[in-house]
T-cell receptor, first 113, second 113 residues
Framework: EAQVTQNPRYLITVTGKKLTVTCSQN?????MSWYRQDPGLGLRQIYY???????DKGDVPEGYKVSRKEKRNFPLILESPSPNQTSLYFC????????????FGPGTRLTVL | KQEVTQIPAALSVPEGENLVLNCSFT??????LQWFRQDPGKGLTSLLL?????REQTSGRLNASLDKSSGRSTLYIAASQPGDSATYLC????????????FGRGTSLIVHP
């Protein structure tokens, strides 16, 4: 089954404790991205990647890092999480160009205390 | 910078009604216009994608139109059902530079029996 998977689905952590949210797709998509969704602010893109070893900032990249060492994986790293990073995070992928349909993962609900 | 607005923010209708959800965007130079459905606590599911050169797309009871000149897209849902209850979001990525899709904040739809 074609899908985008994220882990963990739920995470409660404390300020400053480094964490990684994994994202994997099995559709051989070139384009992958991370979003956060907050009430009243909607979905905002954090980082995106056009292909392996090619990443770029989205609208709200501060406090986040990403890497794209393999085509299928695009982990999101929070080196020193803060409470304002409490949010619902989504990973998405599409075949390759900006004109392709985006497929979303199920989401990761992160709480930073 | 692209801004996307969705009206209405919330809608509650009886089963069987035909519905119109609106999406407007400020920058008409877009790659495409994509409509998504989001169920509570879950990821986004793509419903329809209209390329910038197209005027409309249809899938079952759903029909989406695109008028770039006026910066508007409309999602029409025919014969609504309780299973259509969800939040509907549109995304309109502008072509200027990076592919950073801008999402509207969504229309929350409740269809009651």
């Amino acid at each position: 089954e074609a899908q985008v998977t994220q882990n963990p689905r739920y995470l409660i952590t404390v300020t400053g404790k480094k964490l990684t949210v994994t994202c994997s797709q099995n559709m051989n998509h070139e384009y992958m991205s991370w979003y956060r969704q907050d009430p009243g602010l909607g979905l905002r893109q954090i980082y995106y990647s056009m292909n392996v070893e090619v990443t770029d900032k989205g609208d709200v990249p501060e406090g986040y890092k990403v890497s794209r060492k393999e085509k299928r994986n695009f982990p999101l790293i929070l080196e020193s999480p803060s409470p304002n990073q409490t949010s619902l995070y989504f990973c998405a992928s599409s075949l390759g160009t900006p004109t392709d349909t985006q497929y979303f993962g199920p989401g990761t609900r992160l709480t930073v205390l | 910078k692209q801004e996307v607005t969705q009206i209405p923010a919330a809608l509650s209708v009886p089963e069987g009604e035909n519905l119109v959800l609106n999406c407007s965007f400020t920058d008409s130079a877009i790659y495409n216009l994509q409509w998504f459905r989001q169920d509570p606590g879950k990821g986004l599911t793509s419903l329809l994608l209209i390329q910038s050169s197209q005027r409309e797309q249809t899938s079952g009871r759903l029909n989406a139109s695109l008028d770039k000149s006026s910066g508007r897209s409309t999602l029409y849902i025919a014969a609504s059902q309780p299973g259509d209850s969800a939040t509907y979001l549109c995304a309109a990525p502008a072509t200027g530079g990076s592919y950073i899709p801008t999402f509207g904040r969504g229309t929350s739809l409740i269809v009651h029996p």
